[in-house]
């Protein structure tokens, strides 16, 4: 079990770095853009779809970390005046939920990038690539949180291994 609280471990590291490196070439870009642009050059319009598509992609990847390191938002106010009993059905509740609306998410991005697919739509600012390769994170991140939900439920029910090694990145919580 606890390699498997490893692998999550390791997942969210890369989760985490995916995003910092988009971010900082997307704010590359623009600034790049913003200087060229200021001299009178020209920058071509991929410049301006890029550091869309690097964002959006840090969003997507990054919220699988924070779903593993549980910084986002929950009703932590609430949950922590309950019962232990009551605190785990609630928060198994709460990572049921969860999991159906990633599954409803994954399932439509499944539908989505099976049209982009057929019907061949190229993003023309980038360079044609076709855009279901930009798509593509939705699903790829989706199944990720999904994986990250699924430890969460296991750390609810079983030894809470990842509490004991320090968080996300050993640092004591």
Known sequence: MEK????????????????????????????????????????????LELPITLITWAVFVGTGA????????????FIKFLPPKIKKIVLLIMYIVLLMLFAAVFYYSIAATELFIKTHYKLYELFYIPFFIVFSVVPFSTVIWCFHIII??????GPDLYREKGGLFGESN
């Open 4 to 47: 498997i609280f490893k692998l999550e471990r390791h997942i969210a590291r890369v989760e985490i770095t995916v995003s910092i490196v988009a971010i900082v070439a997307a704010l590359f870009i623009s600034f790049y853009t913003i200087v060229w642009r200021n001299l009178g050059y020209s920058t071509g319009d991929w410049v």
């Open 66 to 77: 924070n779903i593993a390191s549980e910084d986002h938002i929950k009703t932590d106010f």
């Open 152 to 157: 969460k439920i296991i750390q609810l029910f």
